[in-house]
């Protein structure tokens, strides 16, 4: 565990480093401050009738929380205000958000999910926002549709804010994994854990157990695998799963072990996952990866995958190096 220091947010932005580095500060202030609004809003929820759902459903086909809408029209003002954010693609937003008065020479694309865990809200479970930035390649002010399909080898910032116990801002920008707390007396985020390195291997695997009958049987003989008793190995695992990629994917981080969402194998089931790529598995893929992790869809990285659409869906295999490359040898069969 890190030894707590004082370095605030905006003290570790002051001191970046590269081309990006004051507009990457200025897109990470912005996302901090949505973040201090959105926890707000979550820890009142239930006094002023924010629980609940709108009535619709997203482009996911999945049925909206008011909370879900509200902290999306929360972030995307937040980060227009910077003048840096020209495209924005959010889990809310079936459409991309283009404004090209904010593509001038320091634009960016900023995909994120306002809401991950939305199902926790209106049991008072821990949920957060995911965010993926990426600098504009396009010339020229025009929205063009190519350019947010990068891999996620190209993000310069990626991150989650958990509201939990306490709010925990946690993100790359390439120099490592940091994590900053919410110091709501100084008003301010403190650094309180720096360099963050994922164990070679966990004790914990995260998965959604109810889609067993659905999954690829190198998962199902994976998860048998780790269920078995060999103390030599360190197993059975013991089974953790939150329901919010950013809970089980920070405590993956923190104490290893494995997450995944496996595609479906059955006919009828989401044969790509469940899971969105650019705002969800990207983003967490960077972060595992620059911590010593790894991530892949079980097969290929995820870092190396071309999106084909804003909301493409991918399996997420993520967590400690050791124990994904065992879930890959899985997939691949090459265990059985
Ligand atoms: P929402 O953000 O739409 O609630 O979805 C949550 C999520 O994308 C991810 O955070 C969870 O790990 C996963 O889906 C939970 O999915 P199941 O409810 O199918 O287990």
């Known amino acids: 565990m890190t030894t707590l220091e004082a370095t605030t947010l905006d003290a570790y932005l002051d001191g970046g480093h590269g081309p990006d580095a004051a507009d990457l500060a200025a897109l990470l202030r912005a ?27 997203n482009v996911q086909g999945e049925k909206v929380k008011k909370l879900d809408l509200w902290a999306n029209d929360v972030v995307v003002p937040a980060l227009g205000a910077t003048g840096r954010a020209c495209t924005l693609v959010s889990e809310e937003m079936e459409e991309i ?25 209106d049991v008072n479970g821990i949920v957060g926002t995911i965010f993926s930035i990426l600098r504009r390649r396009a010339s020229g002010l025009d929205h063009a549709p190519a ?52 164990p070679a291997h966990g004790r914990a695997y995260s998965l ?47 104490e290893g072990g494995i997450y995944l969402y496996p595609e479906d194998a059955a006919a009828g089931g989401k044969p790509s996952g469940k899971l969105r790529l650019m705002y969800e598995a990207a983003p967490m893929a960077w972060l595992i990866e620059q911590a010593g992790g790894r991530a892949s869809t079980g097969r290929e990285r995820i870092l190396d995958l071309v999106p084909t659409s804003p909301h493409q869906r991918v399996p997420l295999v993520i967590g400690s190096a050791e124990d994904v490359r065992l879930a890959e040898e899985f997939y691949a069969d090459r265990r059985v």
């Open 147 to 198: 350019d947010v399909l990068q891999p996620g080898t190209a993000q310069v910032a990626a991150g989650y804010i958990m509201y939990g116990p306490s709010t925990l801002l946690v993100f790359t920008t390439g120099d490592g994994v940091h994590g900053f707390t919410l110091d709501r007396a100084r008003g301010t985020y403190v650094r309180t854990h720096a360099n963050v390195r994922i």
């Open 97 to 121: 958000r283009h404004d090209r008065g904010q593509c001038g020479s320091a634009g960016f694309i900023v995909c994120f999910d306002p809401v991950d865990g939305s199902s926790n809200l």
């Open 31 to 57: 996302l901090a401050g949505a973040g201090v609004t959105i926890a707000d809003e979550l820890a009142r929820a239930a006094l002023i009738g924010q629980l609940g759902t709108t009535g619709g459903t």
């Open 208 to 254: 959604n157990d109810g889609n067993w009958s659905r999954w690829p049987a190198g998962v199902r003989r994976f998860v048998e695998h780790l269920r078995e008793t060999d103390v030599a190995t360190g197993r059975p695992y013991t089974a953790r799963y939150a329901g919010s990629l950013v809970t089980d994917v920070h405590r993956t981080l923190l």
